[in-house]
T-cell receptor, first 111, second 116 residues
Framework: KQEVTQIPAALSVPEGENLVLNCSFT??????LQWFRQDPGKGLTSLLL?????REQTSGRLNASLDKSSGRSTLYIAASQPGDSATYLC??????????FGKGTKLTVNP | DTGVSQDPRHKITKRGQNVTFRCDPI?????LYWYRQTLGQGPEFLTY????????KSRLLSDRFSAERPKGSFSTLEIQRTEQGDSAMYLC??????????????FGPGTRLLVL
């Protein structure tokens, strides 16, 4: 059974810092890994999707890496802003269509 | 806006009542998913449809839960005889079946259910 763990559970940083969120998964037989953002009481917004054959994806200030063999992914956020404050969720998709999510990292960026 | 929409956004009900939620996916998407999210947890998969066919159901989907997608467009999720443990955010997502690669799932705003 696939299990996804995200560390840390919560993170508070001052504006402008670069930061890294971590995600690990137990079964390396995945098709892709996705990072989502969730604002309080809202749905999920897709940030980045990395196919299993890829090592990383970039979008603006976000960079996600994937090391499938070790079961790890990181989300790097450069020059953090207060508007980045949200919960960041990591999810993997295997042979089934379902996404398996971690519990998320709650990020607070202080002005 | 042509994103995934869900209705209602909030629902308060008494234990034992039935509730029904609706999801309208992005129009050209043929796959539709339901997830449930409780406080402090990530979403958990419930079921998914390809067109009108329900292809996978989680063990979380007890016999009190039923989902339909009658014409391959919108979907409904019904919970019968609600229990307090059903209180959660119910999220719907949709995607287009990729020819080669699995595509990202686009999520709606969710329906927050509170069972008193």
């Amino acid at each position: 059974k696939q299990e996804v763990t995200q560390i840390p559970a919560a993170l508070s940083v001052p504006e402008g810092e670069n930061l890294v969120l971590n995600c690990s998964f137990t079964d390396s037989a995945i098709y892709n890994l996705q990072w989502f953002r969730q604002d309080p009481g809202k749905g999920l917004t897709s940030l980045l999707l990395i196919q299993s054959s890829q090592r990383e994806q970039t979008s603006g200030r976000l960079n996600a890496s994937l090391d499938k063999s070790s079961g790890r992914s990181t989300l790097y956020i450069a020059a953090s802003q207060p508007g980045d404050s949200a919960t960041y969720l990591c999810a993997v998709q295997g042979g089934s269509e379902k996404l398996v999510f971690g519990k998320g990292t709650k990020l607070t960026v202080n002005p | 806006d042509t994103g995934v929409s869900q209705d209602p956004r909030h629902k308060i009900t008494k234990r034992g009542q039935n509730v029904t939620f609706r999801c309208d996916p992005i129009s050209e998407h043929n796959r539709l998913y339901w997830y449930r999210q409780t406080l402090g947890q990530g979403p958990e998969f419930l079921t998914y449809f390809q067109n009108e066919a329900q292809l996978e159901k989680s063990r979380l989907l007890s016999d009190r839960f039923s989902a339909e997608r009658p014409k391959g467009s919108f979907s409904t999720l019904e919970i019968q005889r609600t229990e307090q443990g059903d209180s959660a955010m119910y999220l719907c997502a949709s995607t287009q079946l990729g020819l080669v690669l699995k595509e990202t799932q686009y999520f709606g705003p969710g329906t927050r259910l509170l069972v008193l």
